[in-house]
């Protein structure tokens, strides 16, 4: 009994030692078929942070994706986003503009009543300097995601998707839960919650709301 009182308190102490923070991502994703292998895609968003009280980021994003067959597709982005950062320079938080360029492999296919998903993702990052670009960090992603699609409208999904900092160690899990509703077949909205685990020391704890309206051209 006593070691179990022992673990409670242990595990209240680092909840109450840790931060929350609710985020918001909110955005437009638009997609337009070229022909039945070739799409064009973009992704407009607004993310928020210190719940909910700050533009955290803006975000824009453009993509080409292929489809090889009913199961495989590959694609590559390229996003630029301006991010809050603290500037010592400055004494004070600003807008810094970031780029981004990545590269998927997608792999879905039906198992029984869901639909099982995979994603393996390469992404580079690079910020602005007064000497040009400098490299931020490297990340290859795995995501696998389980959808429940049906004859109603909302189709829900879960999925978990793994960060591995390339040169060092995986050091984030990213759980997300989220349903999409179809209003017709062009236009869609998607709801997620999603919480970023960090898999290194920190006093922050991430969780995400995202709100997505979807249209194909």
Do not use: C
């Not at 489809?67 to 500037?87: G, L, M, P, T």
Request: hydrophobic share 35%.
């Amino acid at each position: 009994m006593k070691k179990i009182l022992l673990l409670l308190l242990l595990i209240s102490g680092k909840m109450l030692g840790q931060e929350t923070d609710i985020r918001s991502w909110t955005g437009v994703s638009l997609e337009k078929k070229l022909n039945k292998h070739i799409s064009l895609n973009a992704n407009l968003q607004v993310r928020t942070t210190d719940n909910f009280t700050a533009v955290g980021s803006y975000v824009g994003e453009f993509g080409l994706g292929y489809k090889i067959n009913k199961h495989w597709e590959v694609s590559a982005y390229y996003r630029f986003s301006k991010r809050q950062k603290w500037d010592k320079s400055e004494d004070a938080y600003i807008y810094k503009p970031f780029h981004r360029f990545y590269a998927n492999i997608d792999y879905d296919r039906k198992i029984s009543i869901f639909k099982l998903s995979y994603r393996l993702r390469y992404q580079d990052q690079f910020k602005d300097t007064d000497t040009g670009l400098e490299e931020t960090k490297s990340y290859l992603r795995n995501k696998i995601e389980l959808a429940y699609p049906n004859k109603t409208r909302f189709t829900p999904s879960i999925s978990a998707d793994f960060f591995y900092k390339i040169g060092e160690d995986f050091d984030q899990i990213r759980y997300k839960a989220g349903v999409d509703y179809t209003v017709n077949k062009r236009n869609s909205v998607g709801l997620t919650f999603f919480r970023d685990y960090a898999l290194v020391p920190t006093d922050l704890d991430v969780y995400t709301i995202g709100l997505t309206y979807k249209l194909k051209l």
